[in-house]
């Protein structure tokens, strides 16, 4: 931003170089592709990935059904951990036997987590396909709003970043050629530039 000040604050300074108005320039037009470029990417970002998650809602919402599940029997499983309260063990004692209809009206049974302690004869609601294999549950709308927020800022801050490292790329190797130039002229000046006995 300072170098960006200095375009209109130094423009006609005999101290301005020309590898300071490059880099006030850069900063400039680095500054207003992130301002501009990088929130543009992100909103595209976001809205392309915005409509492909509504697709992916609608064709979850078909293909998976709320079917009832009855508990047959617990499964007793032996316990890996001896604390009862950590979250393996009350997974442990919530797994059961269970059958269900599938949609297409088969007949299943297999072994399930409950959502809730159970006893034998409880039902509850799982998520099944077609075919009745056991599915997760379906994204909604607004999960797929979220994540297509995240895909938006996401993308916008990785187009800043690759923006702002092109401009410090561009703004070393100016500075290198600075050096390079000090150098070339320190050598044409002489070693012994400024010493009271050489003469100069």
């Keep these: 931003m300072r170098a960006m000040r200095g375009v209109w604050r130094w423009r006609h300074s005999p101290l301005w170089r020309r590898s300071d108005r490059i880099?006030?320039?850069?900063?400039?037009?680095?500054?207003?592709?992130?301002?501009?470029g990088a929130?543009?990417?992100?909103w595209a970002a976001g809205r392309a990935a915005h409509g492909a998650l509504l697709d992916t809602v609608r064709i979850q919402h078909q293909q998976r059904h709320l079917v009832w599940v009855t508990v047959d029997r617990l499964v007793s499983r032996t316990?890996?951990?001896?604390?009862?309260?950590?979250?393996?063990q009350r997974d442990a004692h919530r797994r059961v036997l269970?059958?269900?209809?599938?949609?297409?009206?088969?007949?299943?049974i297999g072994e399930l987590a409950a959502p809730r302690p159970v006893e034998p004869g409880d039902r509850f609601?799982?998520?099944?396909?077609?075919?009745?294999r056991v599915m997760p549950r379906p994204m909604d709308v607004s999960t797929a709003g979220t994540h297509a927020v995240l895909?938006?800022?996401?993308?916008?801050?990785?187009v800043g970043m690759m923006i702002?490292?092109?401009?410090?790329?561009v703004g070393w190797h100016l500075m290198v050629r600075r050096f390079r130039r000090w150098?070339?002229?320190?050598?044409?000046a002489g070693q012994d530039w400024g010493r009271a006995d050489a003469g100069s």
């Design 39 to 42: 929130t543009s990417a992100g």
């Design 23 to 36: 880099e006030a320039w850069v900063a400039l037009a680095a500054a207003l592709l992130i301002a501009l």
């Design 151 to 158: 895909a938006g800022l996401g993308t916008a801050a990785g």
């Design 125 to 132: 609601r799982i998520w099944s396909d077609g075919r009745g």
């Design 79 to 88: 316990p890996l951990d001896p604390d009862p309260e950590t979250a393996s």
């Design 183 to 188: 150098d070339r002229e320190w050598e044409r």
């Design 164 to 169: 702002e490292g092109a401009r410090r790329l």
């Design 98 to 108: 269970a059958r269900w209809s599938a949609p297409d009206g088969s007949g299943r």
